[in-house]
């Protein structure tokens, strides 16, 4: 494997999921690179919920914590190009931001601090509602010249196949690749499609045995087996 990069990194949290869920990740990125050159961004449910709620806005709250975040490791570490590692939805999220477009009234201008962004199991296309609002912004302002500033890895697992008739795993994830997708006879990651997450400009990267939900006792992208599989793109 080739040497890791020792660049400075921030994680951004996957839509729904809060900030605590990625120490797991935070501690298997350790092994690789110093610990006090990863940070998590501060996001909790009620960002992406809202209060009252206004799930639209979600991208707003989120993106304010991620350039926060980025600016921080900006001070502490100067002249050192981030990557940002987001999961699932937060993957979209950081496109809109590195965008450098206004959006729904905000705009950021990350530049040259940001140098790559690594996705894990995140949906680029998706006939789901909110997460369309994203996706369709992307697409509407995504241009070829787009990756010659940002270098793009959208990494994914295809561990589990949908299967309308099959069995009750195989089941629930047709279920769920049908909500992101038209087709629910695919492999992805048991929540997500693999080809779900296939953007053109990017380095797509297809892994064999990682699961979508950041939860305890399952082999999700962010423990210890999950990260070794993509970590040489980091």
Not at 102 to 108: A, E, H, N, S
Not at 179 to 207: H, M, Q, Y
């Amino acid at each position: 494997m080739k040497p890791v990069s020792q660049n400075p990194v921030v994680i951004i949290p996957g839509v729904l999921f809060w900030d605590s869920l990625y120490d797991i990740m935070k501690d298997a990125l350790a092994v690789y690179i110093p610990e006090e050159k990863i940070a998590i961004a501060p996001v909790s449910l009620v960002d992406w919920i809202g209060f009252p709620p206004s799930p639209e806005k979600s991208t707003n709250r989120v993106m304010k914590a991620i350039d926060s975040t980025v600016r921080e490791l900006e001070r502490k570490f100067p002249g050192e190009p981030i990557t940002l590692v987001a999961h699932s939805g937060g993957g979209t999220v950081a496109m809109v931001y590195l965008l450098e477009k206004p959006f729904q009234g905000d705009f950021y201008h990350p530049g040259n601090r940001i140098a790559k962004l690594v996705t894990l199991g995140t949906p680029f296309h998706t006939h789901e509602h909110y997460a369309k609002i994203k996706t369709d912004f992307i697409f509407k302002h995504l241009q070829a010249d787009f990756f010659a500033r940002f270098r793009v890895v959208s990494v994914v697992s295809d561990k589990f196949q949908g299967n309308a008739q099959g069995s009750f795993v195989e089941k629930m994830c047709y279920k769920f690749y049908k909500s992101v997708a038209d087709d629910g006879n695919v492999g992805g990651d048991g929540i997500v499609p693999a080809k779900s997450c296939f953007l053109d400009g990017a380095e797509n990267v297809t892994i064999a045995d990682a699961e979508h939900l950041p939860t305890p006792h399952t082999r999700w992208y962010g423990t210890k087996e999950g990260v070794e599989q993509w970590i040489q793109w980091l």
